[in-house]
């Protein structure tokens, strides 16, 4: 099927920066929409950014501005790059993808979830 391995989470101090990957592996056909959720303690997962296959994006506006989106098509591989970054950017960072990937002689629709990333904030 498809798995979604993502890097690039650390801690870092306000105003700093950090870049996260997401690299879809598997018996991928196609890859639709990419996206990066966030789920901060104690709150609801919340869409982040999000970049379709032909390279449109639409970013929460909490982060305009600040994070920038973008994919490799060739490596199946979506990043985020993080500038200006706040203490309540603090969060588990998730990757999102929707693909359809060949089973056998048929292509099934898959839409998952990478394991997440830890993003620290501190002021």
């Known amino acids: 099927q498809v798995q979604l391995v993502e890097s690039g989470g650390g801690s870092v101090q306000a105003g700093g920066s950090l870049r996260l990957s997401c690299a879809a592996s598997?018996?991928?056909?196609?890859?639709?929409?990419m996206g990066w959720y966030r789920q901060a303690r104690g709150k609801q997962r919340e869409l982040v950014a999000e970049i379709t296959s032909g390279g449109s994006t639409n970013y929460a506006d909490n982060v305009k501005g600040r994070f920038t989106i973008s994919r490799d098509n060739a490596k199946n591989t979506v990043y985020l790059q993080m500038n200006s970054l706040k203490p309540e950017d603090t969060a588990v960072y998730y990757c999102?993808?929707?693909?359809?990937?060949?089973?056998?002689?048929?292509?099934?629709?898959?839409?998952?979830w990478g394991q997440g990333t830890q993003v620290t904030v501190s002021s």
């Open positions: 999102n993808a929707e693909t359809t990937y060949y089973s056998g002689k048929t292509y099934s629709d898959w839409n998952g």
């Open positions: 598997g018996s991928i056909f196609s890859i639709n929409a």
